[in-house]
């Protein structure tokens, strides 16, 4: 089976959430899935139902926080940085079907790592690896190297009305 690169971007809701979608449907299908998650530090709900699935999905964060505005301070590149070495040996040890990078593209748009490091890490795909980039921001590179893209795009979101993210829905 041929992987391809899918990327899932734009400034709507849903590009983690339709990545997380496609790594319970390859885990049901008894694939590996390795998810990265880059800026996220902190838990989130669906981190006991990932849980459950831990023989067929493993899932690492790289991030301190939710850094998503000004300038990256040098532990948040630092914990980036050890996502992509982490990435990379996901990626070449053939151990896994799918590899989804979740915020990877807004990492490199914010500075984290640069879109060269991203570029590079995307290159080293076995063939028969899958392999799904989130974020905003995607840079252009990964854009015409992708096979998929799918642009998330914000008509109407109840947060411009004060909603706060909400247990098991944002968060």
Do not use: W
Not at 95 to 101: G, H
Not at 129 to 142: K, M, Q, S, Y
Not at 158 to 171: D, L, M, Q, S, T
Request: proline share 2%; with cysteine; net charge positive.
């Amino acid at each position: 089976m041929r992987g391809y690169i899918q990327v899932y971007t734009g400034d709507g809701k849903g590009k983690t959430t339709a990545a997380f979608g496609l790594a319970l449907r390859a885990a049901g299908a008894g694939l590996r899935v390795f998810i990265a998650q880059f800026i996220k530090g902190r838990p989130y709900s669906e981190d006991r139902s990932l849980a459950r699935l831990k023989d067929k999905i493993t899932v690492k964060r790289f991030g301190r926080g939710c850094f998503i505005r000004g300038e990256p301070k040098a532990g948040d590149i630092a914990a980036a940085m050890r996502g992509l070495r982490e990435c990379e040996a996901a990626i070449c040890s053939g151990k896994y079907d799918l590899v989804v990078l979740d915020e990877a593209a807004i990492a490199a748009h914010l500075g984290l790592f640069s879109s060269g490091d991203l570029m590079k890490l995307i290159e080293e795909k076995p063939s028969g690896l899958e392999i799904v980039i989130t974020g905003r921001n995607a840079p252009r590179a990964l854009l015409r190297k992708a096979d998929l893209v799918t642009e998330m795009r914000e008509r109407k979101h109840y947060f411009r009305r004060g909603v706060k993210a909400r247990k098991g829905i944002e968060n």
